[in-house]
């Protein structure tokens, strides 16, 4: 991919994970510069930017990247591209649903200790998910995440009673957040395969989803990242809302 020329010119730059000691709200960690070298007619200008002045080449790139977001804009709208957020509590399956949603081994997984990017397509469309981890000491982090979110998907664990609670706080700060007032909500009820998991409907009302702005564009959808039941109703239906924001359909 264009973007890891980057990456391989400098081996200690972006990282797809980060831990305590580099954490996520170093500039080379941006969002919007991921987002900038992943696109193939601007990541050349910027490998050059960063090659030959790689002392200042952060900086460089910091101050150009929130004149190029238009420009990225245009071009996602090009390529008919989703920037798709998913988070949610530590050990909710978020990682497991970006794997079975594409085709990939899910028998053996790690907890997400900073975040993954998985580019997928789905139907005629390109999504880059973003899976960021939901441990309680990196959720501050998450903020660095929200630019240019075109579709935000919350993961529950239904059988984890005990922090249902933490689940609907977190959920309701983000909901709060201006960058993401125009993203479609899409809400994964997972762990639907365990027994004594709460369903869907029970979900949504302890979540208080029913008290969200009525301009939000929202669902909730039961799922087992295990089994993949669920999965392709509730991708299906993310995709269709944000392409009728962001696309013209055909």
Not at 24 to 31: G, L, R
Not at 174 to 200: V, W
Not at 228 to 250: K, T
């Amino acid at each position: 991919m264009v973007s890891n020329l980057i990456a391989d010119d400098f081996p200690n730059g972006p990282q797809v994970k980060f831990n305590d000691e580099n954490p996520p709200h170093h500039p080379t960690h941006s969002p919007q510069l991921a987002s900038v070298t992943h696109s193939p007619i601007l990541a050349s200008s910027l490998a050059i930017i960063a090659v030959t002045n790689p002392p200042s080449a952060t900086r460089k790139l910091g101050v150009i990247t929130m004149g190029l977001l238009s420009i990225i804009r245009k071009i996602k709208r090009k390529e008919k591209e989703m920037r798709i957020l998913m988070v949610g509590l530590d050990n909710s399956g978020k990682t497991t649903i970006v794997l079975k949603i594409n085709g990939e081994d899910t028998s053996v997984i790690s907890p997400t200790l900073g975040f993954n990017i998985k580019t997928i397509t789905y139907h005629k469309y390109t999504l880059n998910i973003w899976d960021v981890g939901g441990q309680k000491t990196i959720r501050s982090y998450w903020r660095n995440y929200f630019e240019q979110t075109d579709g935000l998907v919350w993961v529950v664990d239904s059988s984890d009673l005990r922090r249902l609670d933490d689940c609907r706080y977190e959920l309701h700060n983000l909901l709060k957040e201006e960058r993401l007032s125009g993203a479609s909500l899409l809400i994964f009820a997972n762990k639907q395969d365990i027994q004594g998991a709460l369903s869907p409907d029970e979900i949504a009302k302890v979540l208080n989803l029913e008290a969200m702005d009525n301009s939000r564009h929202w669902r909730i959808v039961g799922c087992s990242a295990y089994t993949g039941d669920g999965l392709l109703e509730g991708f299906d239906w993310l995709v269709q809302d944000v392409a009728s924001r962001i696309y013209m359909l055909d």
